[in-house]
């Protein structure tokens, strides 16, 4: 009879519930979750930010300096002879104004046109119905495999035999010929693989339903783009916007192939410069300053959206 109560008390000692775990207990576990996932953030973003605090650092360095400092963290610290004449030497050596107005001029032209171009092509692969849908969109995604190196010398070739308009003594001439030009180097760029994919994988997940709405009450397609789907694709927009204004500020094999005027050059091309006979590392990382300071303001600036896509794409599928 003692074993049999001491059984059925065990049993509902076991079937008793847990007490809970007290609020301040609680509260100190997400404390200390948020103190680690902050210190680990932190310890990331000082390691993905050293490359570019000694690029701005080593910028207001002589060469000297620089050399004696690579071992050691004053690399990393404003200290020492610190001018800005590397940044005045800089725009002694090249047309610095210059190739920021091509690069910015390209970069806007190919992001803005594109942006229009690849979304329309996204419109209607994802949303209207037609035959071969299925076949292109599988094409469009097959050249992100080819590598932009097997094409480039192609390429070449056929923008040297393209037609194009030219101003010679106030006349208007026809000529054949888009090298060093402008629309040499934004043409090619304007529709892009990757974009199309994106646009239409985020069209795609908007409700049809929207579009049939909108067809009742006598809209057209174009309309539902315009004023349907831009209005809600904040995020893809600038996702692409980012992901297409990289690629147009760093180009580099692509102008120095077609461009042989200086004035013509973009940021990327003007490195050169600064590796003929002694290098300046000064002066190269003053220069690298001035070109990356663009990039930086545009990620700042869509960093929230580019953040919203990506996340949006995730629980999306």
């Not at 050293?50 to 004696?68: A, N």
């Not at 229009?116 to 992100?144: C, D, E, H, P, Y």
């Not at 094999?253 to 003929?276: A, D, T």
């Not at 600036?301 to 599928?317: L, N, P, T």
Request: aromatic share 14%; net charge positive; proline share 6%.
């Amino acid at each position: 009879m003692t074993a049999t109560r001491t059984l059925t008390t065990a049993r509902d000692d076991r079937r008793a519930p847990r007490p809970a775990a007290s609020p301040r207990s609680a509260k100190s576990s997400r404390v200390r979750g948020k103190v680690f996932t902050y210190v680990a953030m932190s310890v990331l973003a000082l390691f993905f930010l050293f490359p570019l605090v000694f690029m701005f650092v080593s910028s207001l360095k002589p060469d000297s300096q620089i050399l004696q400092d690579i071992d050691s963290p004053a690399a990393f610290l404003p200290v020492g002879d610190i001018s800005l004449d590397n940044y005045f030497g800089v725009f002694d050596r090249v047309p610095v104004a210059q190739f920021l107005f091509n690069s910015v001029l390209v970069t806007v032209l190919t992001v803005g046109l594109g942006l229009i171009v690849n979304s329309m092509a996204g419109f209607a692969l994802s949303r209207l119905q037609w035959k071969g849908r299925v076949v292109v969109l599988a094409l469009v995604i097959a050249t992100l495999i080819v590598p932009f190196e097997t094409i480039a010398v192609p390429m070449v070739y056929w923008v040297a035999q393209l037609p194009t308009l030219v101003i010679e003594g106030g006349v208007l001439k026809y000529d054949f010929g888009w090298l060093n030009t402008y629309e040499v180097q934004i043409v090619p760029f304007i529709a892009n693989a990757f974009s199309i994919f994106l646009f239409t994988q985020y069209f795609s997940t908007i409700p049809k339903s929207l579009d049939e709405a909108a067809r009742i009450d006598g809209a057209s397609w174009f309309t539902i783009y315009r004023r349907i789907l831009v209005p809600l694709s904040g995020p893809a927009f600038a996702t692409v916007a980012i992901l297409t204004f990289l690629p147009a500020w760093n180009q580099y094999l692509w102008p120095l192939m077609v461009v042989q005027k200086e004035e013509l050059r973009p940021v990327m091309v003007g490195m050169q410069y600064f590796f003929q006979l002694n290098t300046a590392w000064g002066e190269v990382m003053a220069y690298t300053s001035l070109i990356t300071i663009p990039v930086l303001i545009v990620f700042l600036v869509f960093q929230r959206a580019f953040v919203s896509s990506i996340a949006a794409s995730g629980v999306k599928g």
